[in-house]
């Protein structure tokens, strides 16, 4: 499975992004989807996960997101969303979204497949 992920940029603190993340060589709509971030010197960090069942699955998020960013996959278009909303500087990091098959949703020890990373810079 590959997964690409866009969306990026440089926005001012307040504004809004959208990352997006497609998937490419598997069965997207069996896998777990998840997002990350890492700053510089930081530990990467879980954000938001999309996690796989056959009933729909669940939305979760971390606390220093939570009603600011929300998730969203389409399984037919192979790709899963990251709407971020209310930026603000400390979000700057880079943004990787991760696939797993059975992995706990917030340990990005437990996926197996990730994206390149796209940079998410917010300004003051």
């Known amino acids: 499975v590959q997964l690409q992920a866009s969306g990026g940029g440089l926005v001012q603190a307040g504004g809004s992004l959208r990352l997006s993340c497609t998937a490419s060589?598997?069965?997207?709509?069996?896998?777990?989807m998840g997002w990350f971030r890492q700053a510089p010197g930081k530990e990467r960090e879980f954000l938001a996960a999309?996690?796989?069942?056959?009933?729909?699955?669940?939305?979760y998020y971390a606390d220093s997101v939570k009603g600011r960013f929300t998730i969203s996959r389409d399984n037919a278009k192979n790709t899963v969303y990251l709407q971020m909303n209310s930026l603000k500087p400390e979000d700057t990091a880079v943004y990787y979204c991760a696939g797993t098959i059975g992995g706990y949703y917030s340990d990005y020890r437990g996926y197996h497949y990730w994206g390149q990373g796209t940079l998410v810079t917010v300004s003051s």
């Open positions: 999309f996690t796989f069942s056959l009933s729909g699955g669940s939305t």
């Open positions: 060589g598997g069965t997207f709509s069996r896998y777990g």
